[in-house]
């Protein structure tokens, strides 16, 4: 079956601008992740949904970031008048049950260039 | 919360060696311990994971230990072959938080030569 799907696969952005990365996950997954990944480095949370209620946004680095859910299946994560700070791999993991520990799946993420 | 420590950050051996990839985390209730690779350009794929209630699991040429008591965890690769070259990470899911969110190691990048 298909597996989770990002959308765009490579943004270029001019500082100051907006962004809006897509994720489409596994069908029927309820538990959907946001990471962002520096080059080097291993991915880090940014927030996470059950269904459409986005449960943990704790790993967010500023108001800058916004993530949304809104009918439980695919999601936005938005991010405001980019820095250059924010160029990375942004990842997207679906996961088929509800948090516990459950496998999560990953898509091929977007990696984001700020200029 | 959670701490990961991932090593070596580089590793390489000749093709049909073993390879060795160590983990320790700092959170005593975590309780699930995935392992991914990441090939360039690619997201992470898992490839082998295990809980707390298990010592070892062993899937083909690929294998990974768990010892509770000294928080640490590692990944075996027996008869390396040249498309076992990625970068590997280590995790571990964060057992307070209630969302089991990931903690990732650092990454491991292997070089099987052939």
Not at chain 1, 3 to 10: A, D, F, H, I, T
Not at chain 1, 92 to 106: E, N, P, W
Not at chain 2, 35 to 42: A, D, I
């Amino acid at each position: 079956g298909a597996g989770v799907s990002q959308s765009p696969r490579y943004k270029v952005a001019k500082r100051g601008q907006d962004v809006a990365l897509r994720c489409d996950p596994i069908s029927g997954h309820v538990s959907l992740f946001w990471y962002q990944q520096a080059l080097g480095q291993g991915p880090e949370f940014l927030t996470y949904f059950q269904n459409e209620a986005q449960l943990d946004k704790s790993g967010l680095p500023s108001d800058r970031f916004f993530a949304e859910r809104p009918e439980g299946s695919v999601s936005t994560l938005k991010i405001q008048r980019t820095q250059q700070e924010d160029s990375a791999v942004y990842l997207c993991a679906s996961s088929s049950r509800l948090a516990g520990g459950d496998t999560q799946y990953f898509g091929p993420g977007t990696r984001l260039t700020v200029l | 919360g959670e701490n990961v420590e991932q090593h070596p950050s580089t590793l390489s051996v000749q093709e049909g060696d073993s390879a060795v990839i160590k983990c320790t985390y700092s959170d005593s209730a975590s309780n699930y311990f995935p392992w991914y690779k990441q090939e360039l350009g690619k997201g992470p794929q898992l490839i082998i994971d295990i809980r707390s209630n298990v010592g070892e699991k062993k899937d083909q040429r690929i294998a990974v230990t768990l010892n509770k008591t000294a928080k640490h965890f590692s990944l075996h690769i027996t008869e390396t072959q040249p498309e076992d070259s990625a970068v590997y990470f280590c995790a571990a899911s964060e057992g307070t938080s209630g969302t089991y969110k990931y903690i990732f190691g650092t990454g491991t990048r292997l070089k099987v030569l052939a």
